[in-house]
């Protein structure tokens, strides 16, 4: 059975979500990152890096959300959470890795400023130009699904499950932005996923307020 080792409303959400949406027998093993346990020897042992997600499916040890999820789309190809078409693939692709290397870290300049500068000054620089940065990022990712169902094609896919983990993040405490008003179209986006039974489940489970 696979194991994902996760923090409920880190980026590690997005896995749960596939694996629920996928039907492959998983088990949930929560990490509890405000407690340091990413950074026991025990964990350390399966992810060096000390982040989640990580999973592991027999001797198969997988980190990074982009690759988890293109994984267990590809272990469950019936349920076609990954793209067949090439341009539709190549989209799904292009999605992920957006949101891992830009979407994503624009974010951790305001939540984690520490990684990145060691003053108090310092760290004050890179919140107020995160905050820039992650404004201008939220209103790119707006504008590249005005007028569309889903991100890649016309089919829900992967890179749906992973863009409805930061419409959360938009709204919560850190940006504390005002989703429905201000991104309408991701609004609409992650409405629409959040339709779907498997993605209801997750939110309930992990006790995370729908959109």
Not at 132 to 137: F, G, H, M, S
Not at 138 to 146: G, I, K, N, P
Not at 185 to 204: D, G, L, N, Q, S
């Amino acid at each position: 059975m696979i194991k994902l080792y996760h923090s409920p409303g880190a980026c590690s959400f997005a896995a749960h979500l596939a694996l629920e949406e996928s039907g492959l027998p998983f088990e949930v093993v929560r990490v509890n990152l405000a407690g340091g346990e990413q950074r026991t020897a025990d964990y350390l042992a399966i992810n060096p890096k000390g982040r989640v997600p990580s999973l592991v499916d027999g001797e198969f040890v997988l980190t990074e959300v982009p690759a988890l999820l293109r994984y267990v789309a590809l272990r469950a190809p019936e349920k076609g959470l990954w793209p067949r078409d090439p341009r539709d693939d190549a989209r799904c692709a292009e999605w992920l890795a957006w949101i891992s290397s830009g979407v994503h870290v624009a974010y951790a300049h305001v939540r984690r400023a520490e990684r990145y500068a060691d003053s108090e000054a310092g760290r004050a620089e890179v919140v107020a130009k995160g905050r820039v940065t992650a404004r201008d990022t939220w209103e790119m990712v707006e504008r590249r699904l005005a007028g569309r169902t889903w991100a890649a094609g016309d089919a829900f896919s992967v890179a749906d499950l992973y863009l409805v983990v930061f419409w959360t993040w938009g709204r919560g405490q850190v940006l504390a932005y005002d989703m429905p008003a201000d991104f309408p179209a991701w609004t609409a986006h992650a409405r629409r996923v959040a339709e779907r039974p498997a993605v209801r489940r997750v939110f309930e489970r992990d006790g995370i307020a729908l959109p």
